[in-house]
Nanobody, 127 residues
Framework: QLQLAESGGGSVQTGGSLRLSCAAS????????MAWFRQIPGKEREAVAS????????YYADSVQGRFTISQDNDKNTISLQMATLKPEDTAMYYC????????????????????WGQGTQVTVSP
């Protein structure tokens, strides 16, 4: 069983930056795909970014393209999400997720396609 733990959330003003990190609990199992999702109350969990470990190809939602960067550190079994030029609409609970490697599912992420989830970290962007 893979456990994921997010860190780095917080409150910033519009235009600010935050860096989220996600640590996987094991070094013996390396998920083929990891991703960040976000969710606000009453709405579905939406994919923000994903990274396919085999080739390091990435996916970004249109709303964050050019502002967010996902990266993976295999040595430390972690992924990060560098968020810049934050907007109030980025306010949400952010979740780290992982699944086995399947490039198409990884790069077209939906919540239903991911097996493992962290507990989430809150990001709040004030006007």
């Amino acid at each position: 069983q893979l456990q994921l733990a997010e860190s780095g959330g917080g409150s910033v003003q519009t235009g600010g930056s935050l860096r989220l990190s996600c640590a996987a609990s094991t070094v013996t199992y390396r998920p083929g795909c990891m991703a960040w999702f976000r969710q606000i109350p009453g709405k579905e969990r939406e994919a923000v970014a994903s990274i396919y470990s085999g080739t390091m190809m990435t996916y970004y939602a249109d709303s964050v393209q050019g502002r967010f960067t996902i990266s993976q550190d295999n040595d430390k079994n972690t992924i990060s999400l560098q968020m810049a030029t934050l907007k109030p609409e980025d306010t949400a609970m952010y979740y780290c997720a992982a699944r086995d490697g399947n490039r198409d599912n990884c790069l077209n992420p939906t919540a239903a396609r991911f097996t493992y989830w962290g507990q989430g970290t809150q990001v709040t962007v004030s006007p």
